[in-house]
């Protein structure tokens, strides 16, 4: 229990009384210090007791009770008294006598109840000096040995006190409960890193965890483990994690994934982005239930007032082998004068999945479906995105068609976009199409089409990139499979044309109805290296890097790099969010829904910009990591490659039967260009650390 002496009478004026509480001003008066003086400073968190040797311009040289000289500044001094060392009486027994003192000083620790002695005078938020602080610890004559354990017991319990050599200053209750929940939290931290780093070298060592870890601990250390693989310093404890795995010995960067395989918290080949971007793969019960209610209901009747039946009309859908979401179709007719109509018919999927509603602000949270070599993860529930929006064959469909008037020559003389009922006979294939195509008259037709508009493009200045696409994909077995698609087959060209003349058309339209959407627009490359389709591979390639940036926006602009006046995407609107959006506000042209306002849209374009640049990486990556591990299957086998440019200790190449760029280094005696071809040889390859390394010959 603290004891606290009775005060005489306060006799000078800068001493304050507060009831028992004598209080002195915060002025320290420095004795001085000679030789033979003891003193006491902090080291590494720790208070040593010294004896100054010399004093020389406030450089203090030192004795320590470790048997260390130092030298520091007398402000370095965390406590000083009048005790005196004989310093004739020689080294050792100099250092016998401080360490005996420090033995002293830290005995009389025991007697200082610190808790005691804030819960006296925490009411009392002032400073308060050591000799009063002393005092009141040790009432009966107190001396420097006294001075130094209080200093001590406050150093060590820095809870209730403030610290400051020569003063103290009490916490409030308030503070003391939070650096009391701030102890907790340290030495729950401190417990982690110790038994979790033991726990680790047992897993590493391929031992059985130790007795006395629990289910609950191993689930705590395996969540900071992952979180720190996903996200590193962006981790709530990355601090923690990254001391846990150091006493464990290990490089968190290299080897904490494959102690995340062995401990079962990862596949092989899991996809990191997923987690990393926390993407959802699965649709939550309560929208999966709405979709089958929607698909069980089919086309509400009577179908909407004003909706023309396009139904006669001989549809077709050209898409990949493996397409189960068809949301384009085309059709083609001859006029009596000799011309063409043209139709392009897209899912009208604002139809069934109502702006607002819980199926579409999922869709809106995803952005778009993800397609990767392994997984597809869809933008909207199976039973819309495969079944009831999708333009299955023998299927009635409500759709939105842009049906083109085209002259004999294949000009567009006029447009109109209408709300309409479809149903395709034909669903063909990229292959089957090439096959087929100059021996079939509506194919034959719709490329011409697709040419001319093509070279309309052209002639505005479109910037065309032509690089082959590299298509993997795994089989039912796991096995990883790859081939090289050319972009400019006659079937994968009239696709893109004729959805990039449908999307003109549409913006065209929006403008005209003074209705805001997602517009897309373009500036001019930065340099041109080719005209129209005639670049080079290695042309095309470096072209894709002086591309301007596509800009979305509310209203419309030129896009420069497909050669039209304005521009949307509203083609793909089962699979891409804001095809959606683009596909309301033509509804709501044709007086089947109210528009989204001009904010609306602002802050839908705002909303997406990170889920679709997520999208964009998953889809990328994912795409990498499986042609990487397929690459590492053909570690010494030789491959074309083209010079991209030189680089501070090689060269940059594109490995063409891969379109993969990769660095390889420089060889003695031969020097290199950009656009040279040469042969390399496969050297290293690591999916999961995205590396390639190449050599030349």
């Given at each position: 229990m603290l004891k606290i002496r009775p005060w005489g009478s306060v006799t000078d004026p800068g001493i304050q009384r507060h009831g028992s509480l004598t209080l002195y001003p915060a002025v320290v008066i420095v004795p001085g210090m000679e030789c033979g003086n003891i003193v006491e400073y902090i080291d590494r968190q720790k208070i040593l007791c010294a004896v100054i040797l010399e004093v020389k311009n406030r450089r203090l040289r030192l004795l320590t009770e470790n048997n260390r000289e130092v030298k520091l500044s007398a402000s370095r001094l965390l406590h000083r008294d009048h005790a005196r060392l004989d310093l004739s009486q020689g080294r050792d027994r100099m250092v016998d006598a401080l360490k005996q003192l420090s033995?002293?000083?830290?005995?009389?620790?025991?007697?200082?109840?610190?808790?005691?002695?804030?819960?006296?005078?925490?009411?009392?938020?002032v400073w308060i000096d050591l000799e009063t602080m002393t005092e009141f610890c040790f009432p009966d004559n107190p001396s420097g040995d006294h001075e130094s354990a209080v200093i001590r017991a406050l150093f060590d319990d820095r809870l209730y006190f403030k610290f400051n050599p020569d003063r103290f200053f009490p916490h409030s209750a308030e503070q003391v409960e939070r650096l009391q929940a701030q102890q907790r939290e340290q030495a729950r931290r401190d417990r982690l890193v110790e038994h979790g780093s033991q726990w680790l070298k047992q897993v590493l060592a391929?031992?059985?965890?130790?007795?006395?870890?629990?289910?609950?601990?191993?689930?705590?250390?395996?969540?900071?483990?992952?979180?720190?693989?996903l996200f590193g310093?962006?981790?709530?404890?990355?601090?923690?994690?990254?001391?846990?795995?150091?006493?464990?010995?290990?490089?968190?960067?290299?080897?904490l994934f494959p102690v995340l395989v062995r401990l079962k918290v990862f596949e092989e080949d899991e996809n990191i982005d997923l987690l990393r971007y926390e993407i959802?793969?699965?649709?939550p019960e309560h929208i999966l239930a709405g979709a089958r209610q929607l698909a069980a209901a089919g086309i509400r009747e009577p179908i909407d007032e004003g909706r023309v039946d396009l139904t006669q009309l001989s549809l077709m859908t050209i898409d990949g082998q493996s397409t189960l979401d068809f949301d384009d179709a085309l059709s083609i007719e001859s006029m009596a004068d000799g011309g063409y109509r043209l139709g392009i018919h897209i899912a009208d999927v604002g139809y069934f999945v109502r702006k607002g509603d819980a199926i579409d602000e999922q869709a809106r949270e995803r952005g778009s479906s993800i397609y990767m070599p392994d997984q597809k993860i869809s933008m909207l529930p199976p039973d819309l995105a495969e079944g009831l929006c999708s333009l299955k064959a023998g299927q009635v469909r409500p759709a939105i068609s842009t049906l083109v008037k085209l002259s004999p020559a294949l000009e567009i003389i006029d447009h109109e976009i209408v709300a309409s009922l479809v149903s395709v006979k034909d669903q063909l294939v990229y292959y089957d199409v090439n096959l087929v195509l100059d021996q079939n008259p509506d194919l034959a037709i719709?490329?011409?089409?697709?040419?001319?508009f093509r070279r309309q493009r052209f002639d505005a200045g479109a910037v065309q990139i032509s690089v082959p696409e590299i298509n993997v994909w795994l089989a039912a077995d796991r096995s990883i499979n790859v081939n090289r698609v050319s972009r400019e087959s006659p079937a994968r060209m009239l696709i893109a044309e004729l959805m990039i003349l449908?999307?003109?058309?549409?913006?065209?339209?929006?403008v005209d109805k003074a209705i805001p959407a997602i517009f897309r627009t373009q500036p001019p490359p930065r340099e041109r290296l080719y005209r129209n389709d005639e670049g080079s591979l290695f042309q095309n390639w470096m072209q894709r890097r002086l591309l301007s940036r596509f800009v979305l926006d509310n209203r419309p602009g030129k896009h420069s790099g497909l050669g039209v006046d304005a521009y949307v995407t509203a083609t793909s609107p089962i699979r891409k969010y804001f095809d959606l959006v683009t596909q309301r506000q033509i509804r709501a042209a044709l007086g089947l829904e109210q528009p989204y306002s001009m904010e609306d849209i602002d802050q839908i374009i705002q909303s997406l910009e990170q889920p679709m640049g997520n999208v964009a990486r998953v889809q990328y990556g994912r795409h990498r990591y499986w042609l990487l591990k397929y690459l590492e299957g053909c570690v010494?086998?030789?491959?074309?490659?083209?010079?991209?440019?030189?680089?501070?200790n090689g060269y940059q190449v594109l490995l063409t039967g891969y379109m993969i760029e990769c660095d390889m280094p420089s060889t003695a005696g031969l020097t290199l260009k950009p656009e040279d071809l040469i042969r390399v040889t496969i050297q290293k390859v690591s999916a999961r650390n995205d590396q390639v390394l190449v050599f030349i010959g």
């Amino acid at each position: 229990m603290l004891k606290i002496r009775p005060w005489g009478s306060v006799t000078d004026p800068g001493i304050q009384r507060h009831g028992s509480l004598t209080l002195y001003p915060a002025v320290v008066i420095v004795p001085g210090m000679e030789c033979g003086n003891i003193v006491e400073y902090i080291d590494r968190q720790k208070i040593l007791c010294a004896v100054i040797l010399e004093v020389k311009n406030r450089r203090l040289r030192l004795l320590t009770e470790n048997n260390r000289e130092v030298k520091l500044s007398a402000s370095r001094l965390l406590h000083r008294d009048h005790a005196r060392l004989d310093l004739s009486q020689g080294r050792d027994r100099m250092v016998d006598a401080l360490k005996q003192l420090s033995d002293r000083r830290k005995a009389l620790i025991r007697q200082v109840d610190v808790h005691d002695l804030w819960d006296v005078l925490n009411t009392e938020q002032v400073w308060i000096d050591l000799e009063t602080m002393t005092e009141f610890c040790f009432p009966d004559n107190p001396s420097g040995d006294h001075e130094s354990a209080v200093i001590r017991a406050l150093f060590d319990d820095r809870l209730y006190f403030k610290f400051n050599p020569d003063r103290f200053f009490p916490h409030s209750a308030e503070q003391v409960e939070r650096l009391q929940a701030q102890q907790r939290e340290q030495a729950r931290r401190d417990r982690l890193v110790e038994h979790g780093s033991q726990w680790l070298k047992q897993v590493l060592a391929g031992n059985q965890p130790a007795a006395g870890v629990n289910a609950a601990e191993i689930q705590e250390y395996v969540r900071l483990l992952k979180s720190y693989y996903l996200f590193g310093k962006e981790s709530r404890e990355h601090v923690l994690t990254r001391t846990l795995l150091a006493r464990a010995g290990l490089d968190a960067t290299a080897d904490l994934f494959p102690v995340l395989v062995r401990l079962k918290v990862f596949e092989e080949d899991e996809n990191i982005d997923l987690l990393r971007y926390e993407i959802p793969v699965q649709f939550p019960e309560h929208i999966l239930a709405g979709a089958r209610q929607l698909a069980a209901a089919g086309i509400r009747e009577p179908i909407d007032e004003g909706r023309v039946d396009l139904t006669q009309l001989s549809l077709m859908t050209i898409d990949g082998q493996s397409t189960l979401d068809f949301d384009d179709a085309l059709s083609i007719e001859s006029m009596a004068d000799g011309g063409y109509r043209l139709g392009i018919h897209i899912a009208d999927v604002g139809y069934f999945v109502r702006k607002g509603d819980a199926i579409d602000e999922q869709a809106r949270e995803r952005g778009s479906s993800i397609y990767m070599p392994d997984q597809k993860i869809s933008m909207l529930p199976p039973d819309l995105a495969e079944g009831l929006c999708s333009l299955k064959a023998g299927q009635v469909r409500p759709a939105i068609s842009t049906l083109v008037k085209l002259s004999p020559a294949l000009e567009i003389i006029d447009h109109e976009i209408v709300a309409s009922l479809v149903s395709v006979k034909d669903q063909l294939v990229y292959y089957d199409v090439n096959l087929v195509l100059d021996q079939n008259p509506d194919l034959a037709i719709l490329h011409k089409i697709a040419e001319k508009f093509r070279r309309q493009r052209f002639d505005a200045g479109a910037v065309q990139i032509s690089v082959p696409e590299i298509n993997v994909w795994l089989a039912a077995d796991r096995s990883i499979n790859v081939n090289r698609v050319s972009r400019e087959s006659p079937a994968r060209m009239l696709i893109a044309e004729l959805m990039i003349l449908a999307n003109w058309l549409m913006a065209k339209f929006l403008v005209d109805k003074a209705i805001p959407a997602i517009f897309r627009t373009q500036p001019p490359p930065r340099e041109r290296l080719y005209r129209n389709d005639e670049g080079s591979l290695f042309q095309n390639w470096m072209q894709r890097r002086l591309l301007s940036r596509f800009v979305l926006d509310n209203r419309p602009g030129k896009h420069s790099g497909l050669g039209v006046d304005a521009y949307v995407t509203a083609t793909s609107p089962i699979r891409k969010y804001f095809d959606l959006v683009t596909q309301r506000q033509i509804r709501a042209a044709l007086g089947l829904e109210q528009p989204y306002s001009m904010e609306d849209i602002d802050q839908i374009i705002q909303s997406l910009e990170q889920p679709m640049g997520n999208v964009a990486r998953v889809q990328y990556g994912r795409h990498r990591y499986w042609l990487l591990k397929y690459l590492e299957g053909c570690v010494g086998t030789r491959e074309e490659a083209i010079v991209l440019g030189k680089r501070r200790n090689g060269y940059q190449v594109l490995l063409t039967g891969y379109m993969i760029e990769c660095d390889m280094p420089s060889t003695a005696g031969l020097t290199l260009k950009p656009e040279d071809l040469i042969r390399v040889t496969i050297q290293k390859v690591s999916a999961r650390n995205d590396q390639v390394l190449v050599f030349i010959g």
